[in-house]
């Protein structure tokens, strides 16, 4: 049998208000912590991408993630989203790498989905609902942010699939 040491997982949904989630493993699965990070303008200009880069570090120096997951983009018909969604994914995987050492893994939200175990085609709504019964104990989520929920779900797919991945070099 393998024993997993404690993981801290932080799961992001990157936007103009990117949500994270911090899960520890041990002793049992549980929400650290939740919350948002205001990237200024989706413009995404060079100051206001520092400054992400910034409240990214404070996020990665307090609780340390041994894994950093992030929401990649799945589908959307206008440029200027996708370009700025982009330089956002681009500050986190740098911020992971050169402040924590940490690769930065991408699923789409209907990945995301399916690893924790709703349909691909839930809404926000039903990804909210199912994350908030999984998490029963861990009252200080705000259920109504979906920044928040999506990034949990990111987490809790990273998680899924870290648990199964180890099931499978055990046996």
Do not use: H
Not at 131 to 155: G, M, P, R
């Amino acid at each position: 049998m393998i024993v997993m040491d404690n993981i801290i997982i932080c799961g992001l949904d990157p936007s103009q208000e990117t949500g994270y989630a911090i899960l520890e493993t041990q002793p049992n699965l549980r929400v650290m912590d939740t919350g948002v990070i205001q990237a200024e303008k989706m413009a995404c200009k060079g100051e206001s991408l520092s400054k992400y880069g910034l409240l990214l570090q404070e996020v990665f120096g307090l609780y340390k993630p041994t894994f950093i997951v992030c929401e990649d983009l799945n589908y959307t018909r206008n440029l200027r989203t996708v370009k700025s969604l982009a330089k956002l994914q681009g500050i986190i995987e740098m911020e992971g790498w050169i402040y924590n050492d940490c690769p930065v893994s991408f699923f789409t939200a209907t990945e995301a989905r399916k690893k924790i175990g709703v349909k691909g085609s839930a809404t926000k709504e039903e990804v909210a609902k199912y994350l908030k019964e999984y998490f029963k104990s861990d009252t200080d989520v705000d259920w109504k942010d979906t920044n928040i929920t999506d990034a949990l779900a990111i987490a809790l797919a990273m998680w899924k699939t870290i648990v199964k991945e180890t099931k499978e070099v055990s046996q």
